[in-house]
């Protein structure tokens, strides 16, 4: 259906009216005049998709009448709708449609839809884009640019709602995306551009009011100014965000599972190894200091929290001593599980002298580790028993691939 001021519908608001009555299919309303002026909220409730769209990018502007739209936004969609090659437009000037709470450009309210924006430019809203169901959300190559709030806002009180954005840039919106309600969501966030102003945020993750099922947030891009990418905590030892994926994004560290020990100085605490030949977990009381990104640490025993399987790389170093012989064979290695059959990285420590500690360090490569896989480090005697050692220093680092 063309809608243009020489067809047989000249506003946007006649063609859905006459689709709300003969609607036997899905359709396209194909905008092809400049400008259509929006003086009241076009609720989009219909039996069958609606795709609207321009004659190609930046011809046609959706424009809000500030006055009538006061405290209303543009769009009400409760059904499947597609928004194309579209420029949106809160009016201008200093009373603009948008500065105030409900002016928003586009809100999706209805259960289990299927939407999406690609090619548009969305200038000066309060919510550019509210998303307050579980509606699924597909937002492509995109521009958004000065929310008073939010540029894209999620906030459903149904579960299940889908969020994938990809190519699409936020502009001096005070929050790019917000993520502020839902529970057992999909999230994607990928290639996109965060260009903050000094005190806005890029990506904000609420979560005590907000759970996933699938968060990616990937190739992102970052001015360095506000913040970034907040809310997430991968140091819990709940492991409460442990699924969500930050990685490859400009202006921040990947969030990659890894943590690191380090022992100082322990001078007091032992490990008896009893059994020649026999692998003993060792004991150096607490560590001197840690740091986590979803692993769980336990002084000698780190836990794997993530539900996705990597391989990881393990480097650790430091120096021990037979603290009642001289010239021993000490093994020191990781094991996985507390099963002493899966042993990695074992390297011998030749100690000379009584009670001196002897510098060692290893690598150790593990495939496929799993959630709840644990390692701990463990030492054996191949030369006598009844010994006793003691970790001095220590240095353990884990990462993943």
């Not at 966030?189 to 009011?209: E, K, M, Q, R, V």
């Not at 969030?255 to 060792?282: E, G, M, S, W």
Request: charged share 15%.
């Amino acid at each position: 259906m063309d809608v243009n001021a020489e067809g047989s519908w000249t506003t946007i608001a006649e063609a859905i009216a006459f689709l709300e009555e003969h609607m036997a299919q899905p359709m396209i309303l194909r905008l092809g005049d400049e400008e259509y002026v929006i003086d009241e909220t076009i609720i989009i409730d219909l039996p069958y998709s609606l795709t609207i769209q321009g004659l190609s990018y930046s011809t046609s502007s959706i424009v809000a009448d500030t006055t009538a739209l006061s405290g209303k936004p543009m769009f009400r969609c409760k059904t499947d709708c597609y928004f194309k090659m579209l420029g949106f437009n809160d009016g201008g000037g200093s009373g603009d449609h948008g500065n105030s709470s409900g002016e928003d450009a586009i809100r999706f309210l209805g259960e289990d839809t299927y939407n999406e924006i690609k090619d548009c430019t969305f200038d000066g809203f309060y919510n550019t884009i509210t998303d307050s169901s579980n509606a699924e959300l597909w937002v492509f190559e995109t521009d958004i640019q000065n929310a008073t709030l939010n540029g894209i806002l999620l906030h459903s009180a149904t579960a299940g709602a889908i969020l994938k954005v990809a190519e699409t840039d936020f502009i001096d919106c005070t929050h790019g995306v917000n993520l502020d309600k839902g529970s057992s969501t999909t999230i994607q966030l990928a290639s996109g551009g965060y260009y903050n102003g000094s005190s806005d945020s890029a990506i904000t993750y609420h979560p005590y009011t907000f759970s996933f099922t699938n968060m990616a947030i990937t190739g992102n891009s970052w001015n360095n100014e506000g913040s970034y990418i907040s809310g997430f905590d991968f140091t819990r030892t709940d492991g409460r965000d442990k699924n969500a994926t930050l990685e490859s994004n400009a202006g921040m560290a990947d969030q990659k599972p890894n943590c690191f020990i380090n022992v100082l100085d322990n001078t007091a605490t032992t490990t008896t190894l009893t059994t020649i030949n026999t692998y003993y977990k060792v004991n150096w009381g607490s560590n001197t200091s840690s740091e986590t990104c979803k692993w769980t640490i336990n002084n000698n025993k780190i836990t794997y929290q993530p539900t996705n399987k990597r391989n990881v790389v393990i480097f650790v170093s430091g120096n021990l001593s037979v603290v009642n012989a001289s010239n021993q064979n000490i093994n020191v290695c990781i094991v996985k599980n507390g099963n002493t059959a899966n042993k990695y990285g074992t390297t011998t420590l030749r100690t000379l002298t009584s009670n001196q500690p002897f510098q060692f360090s290893f690598i150790a490569y593990i495939e496929n580790v799993s959630q709840n896989d644990y390692f701990e480090i463990f030492s054996s005697n191949t030369s006598a028993s009844n010994y006793t050692i003691k970790m001095q220093d220590l240095q353990w680092f884990t990462n993943t691939q």
